[in-house]
């Protein structure tokens, strides 16, 4: 029975958050098998439906399945990963050239989802002060694709290490387009139970009741229910 708030039921819920804490970030698993345009077209539609800055939907969404196209895309990658390992020295070092970082060529699908900074023209509703609001829009989008994917048991991987004016020039972006987000889409041989830079011991997960503050940065929380079940979770 609903009420006026109508919240979900409980298996509702838990399949949303099932989707929230189960998704990750795929590189090594992917399998090739191809992704059915129905099932595509339900997670295009599910980031289509993102909020959005004055509802100015700035997105597009670039399906490139050639291979000579992603092996320039693999190519860019290549060269600015390259140039990350120079951050690190030594052990650290070893481990970052250790790790997958992309998946490009075994998933069947890449997907890019551009960020139109021109649409609606000058004016948009919300973004009179901060103008990166119709990126934050657009990485919402990204967010509800990753999150509908997961729940079909499709992968996706987020590959940002690639020279953005390169990325432009390949896909022939115009200049207003700005390429936010390039994903590697595909089902998967296993989704990890954690994040794979935790499982490979890059970096862990903070706990939360360090990241959550009270009236002001620092500030302890004064909310001591809050605190406990913060310490729970
Ligand atoms: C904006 C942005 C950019 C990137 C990523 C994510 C996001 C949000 N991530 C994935 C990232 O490493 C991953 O989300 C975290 O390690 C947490 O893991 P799960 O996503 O929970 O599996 C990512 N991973 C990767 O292998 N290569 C990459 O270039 C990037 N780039």
Sequence with gaps: MNNHNDPFTEAQREGLYRAIFERRDVRSQFLPDPIPDDVLARILKAAHHAPSVGFMQPWDFIVIDSLPVREQVLASFDEENAKAAENY??????????????????????L?????????????????????????????AVQNLWLSARAEGIGVGWVSILDQDRLSDILQLPEQVYPLAYLC??????????PELQAKGWRSR???EELVHGNGWGKPLDQVGLSEQLKKH
């Design 185 to 194: 889409l595909g089902y998967v041989s296993e989704f990890l139970g954690q």
């Design 206 to 208: 903070l706990p939360l």
């Design 112 to 140: 890019c989802i551009t960020c139109d900074r021109s649409r609606g023209g000058p004016h948009v509703l919300g973004r009179n002060s901060i103008m990166e609001m119709d990126l934050f829009s657009t990485c919402l």
């Design 89 to 110: 020295t030594g052990e650290r070092k070893e481990t970052y050239r250790s790790l997958k970082l992309q998946g490009i060529i075994e998933s069947p699908i890449n």
